[in-house]
Structures are given as structure tokens and as C-alpha cells.
């Protein structure tokens, strides 16, 4: 399974910014799919997750600002990122939780930079 990343980039604080990340590869379902985040000195935090039936959650601090969606028949998760802030600045990971042979796996994507600064 490979997952692909993308959409990030520099933003000036209040701008807008949408990750997306694709899943390929041989997998029968995937379940969860989870926005994870790295700053720099900081360990990395969960950012929103996104459950097979649509379900969400979000960390404290991107509640109302952020929204994670998935397309199943795309095999891909967006974050649609709002009102950014100097703090969200970080490399964003995208995280699967795969159905195969009857286990469940998960997978990392590469890391998109995100840069909120001004």
C-alpha cells in the first residue's frame, strides 16, 4: 500500500490550504483514515480521523477551522485547512488503517510541508 500526499505549502495566517493524500495498492477495505502533524521540536499529534462511515474527530485545536473528508471510490482523504495559523505550521503525515486477509494495517504517507507565516 503507498500513499501520496500533497497540497501543502506556504500560506499567509487566515489563508486556506486543502491536503489531500491517495491511497494505492492491493488492500480489500480501508477503515480509518487519520491526519497526523509534526512541528518542528514537537511530537507528532493527531490532527483529525475520519472513520469508513464518514464519522470524525478533530483535536482541540483545529475544531472549527479544519474538516477531514474522504472519497471511497477514490481511495483518498482530503483536509480542508481554514484559518490558519502561525502554529499550524508543521509537516502534515497521512495515516491509513488498512483491511487485509482478515488484519488490519497501517501505512504512512510521506509528509507535506505546511508553512503559516506572513
Known amino acids: 500500500v503507498q500513499l501520496q500526499a500533497s497540497g501543502g505549502g506556504l500560506v499567509q495566517p487566515g489563508g486556506s490550504l486543502r491536503l489531500s493524500c491517495a491511497a494505492s495498492?492491493?488492500?480489500?477495505?480501508?477503515?480509518?483514515m487519520i491526519w497526523y502533524r509534526q512541528a518542528p521540536g514537537k511530537q507528532r499529534e493527531l490532527v483529525a480521523v475520519?472513520?469508513?462511515?464518514?464519522?470524525?474527530n478533530y483535536a482541540d485545536s483545529v475544531k472549527g477551522r479544519f474538516t477531514i473528508s474522504r472519497d471511497n471510490a477514490k481511495d483518498t482523504m482530503y483536509l480542508q485547512m481554514n484559518s490558519l495559523k502561525p502554529e499550524d505550521t508543521a509537516v502534515y503525515y497521512c495515516n491509513v488503517r488498512v483491511a487485509i486477509d482478515s488484519r488490519e494495517y497501517q501505512y504512512w504517507g510521506q509528509g507535506t510541508q505546511v508553512t503559516v507565516s506572513s
Open positions: 475520519i472513520t469508513s462511515g464518514g464519522s470524525a
Open positions: 495498492g492491493s488492500f480489500h477495505r480501508i477503515n480509518a
